[in-house]
């Protein structure tokens, strides 16, 4: 099992471009979850997405769409990237009943 | 306000001795509180997970503390090794609207 995979690993945009950010896992999971990790802060709260079809806002999802096509998968969008948006994105993924998250390598997002 | 800390300056410890991480929270009630790990450029690793009604858990040189008086989890690791050396993060999933609430972490360091 590849567990959770992220791509891209690295992007650099400019203010105002577009990007896809791809989730894939392989372990079944019901729930997905996209986070942005930066310095000194938590990790905060994007999207997520119980199950296939369905997604719901998390504490920071201005800026961001997202969508759960399919099971396997959950991706994030930037439909016009700003400076703050400068980040690490991890995505996550829980298996029914459980409680243990389980990360992606991480997406490095430089926006200029 | 609601807050999780965790202590931003690293914790330098000798290889051999028992390193003590401090998770402190405000303003919640919670479900429980999970620790991971974190080695740069990857994503977070899933270490221990303490209910709310349990005080103590252990997993091989790890054990975690939980003291809800206090709202406070401490995270040993015994006999620490260099490879121990990594940041940790605490997560607390609050009981009034189940959401996972993660500290900034701190970054470990195991001297030789």
């Known amino acids: 099992n590849a567990g959770v995979t992220q791509t891209p690993k690295f992007r650099v945009l400019k203010t105002g471009q577009s990007m896809t950010l791809l989730c894939a896992q392989d372990m079944n999971h019901e729930y997905m979850y996209w986070y942005r990790q930066d310095p000194g802060m938590g990790l905060r709260l994007i999207h997520y997405?119980?199950?296939?079809?369905?997604?719901a806002k998390g504490e920071v999802p201005d800026g961001y769409n997202v969508s759960r096509l399919k099971k396997q998968n959950f991706l994030l969008g930037l439909e016009s990237a700003a400076p703050s948006q400068t980040s690490v994105y991890f995505c996550a993924s829980v298996g029914p009943g459980a409680d243990t998250q389980y990360f992606g390598p991480g997406t490095r997002l430089t926006v200029l | 306000s609601q807050k999780i800390e965790q202590n931003s300056e690293a914790l330098n410890i000798q290889e051999g001795k028992t390193a003590t991480l401090t998770c402190n929270y405000t303003n919640y009630s919670p479900a429980y509180l999970q620790w991971y790990r974190q080695d740069p450029g990857r994503g977070p690793v899933f270490l221990l997970l303490?209910?709310?009604n349990e005080k103590e858990k252990r997993k091989e040189r790890l054990k975690v503390t939980f003291d809800t008086t206090l709202k406070q989890s401490l995270f040993h690791i015994t006999a620490s090794q260099p490879a121990d050396s990594a940041t940790y993060l605490c997560a607390l999933l609050s009981a009034s609207n189940y959401q996972l609430i993660w500290g900034a972490g701190t970054k470990l360091i195991i001297k030789p």
């Open positions: 303490i209910r709310e």
């Open positions: 997405s119980v199950g296939e079809g369905t997604t």
